[in-house]
């Protein structure tokens, strides 16, 4: 036997046998056609409400204890009561 045969190899082509036989695994995410997926284990359940439990637990604190992100720390000014010149807006000077 050659070596580009005992690599799987014949004349620049993949042997049929070879073929059949390297069927594709994704070891990413899985992947389910018609099926509903396999459940979550018990540790990624229990992180994912760790993790949220902690996000929210963030947002209600800092909401109560600044507010004033959401709402502004001052009143927001009026602009019809500005001049001309604190809006930078020139004379007119026909």
Not at 8 to 15: D, E, M, N, V
Not at 41 to 59: N, Q
Not at 68 to 90: M, R
Request: aromatic share 12%; hydrophobic share 35%; glycine share 10%.
């Amino acid at each position: 036997m050659s070596f580009a045969s005992k690599l799987g190899f014949s004349i620049g082509c993949l042997h049929r046998t070879n073929l059949a036989r390297n069927i594709i695994q994704r070891k990413s995410h899985v992947v389910s056609y018609r099926n509903g997926p396999p459940p979550h284990s018990k540790a990624t359940k229990i992180g994912a409400l760790t993790v949220g439990g902690a996000m929210w637990w963030w947002v209600i604190w800092h909401l109560w204890h600044e507010p004033d992100h959401i709402t502004g720390e001052f009143e927001y000014p009026n602009s019809k009561k500005w001049s001309n010149a604190e809006l930078g807006i020139p004379k007119d000077g026909f």
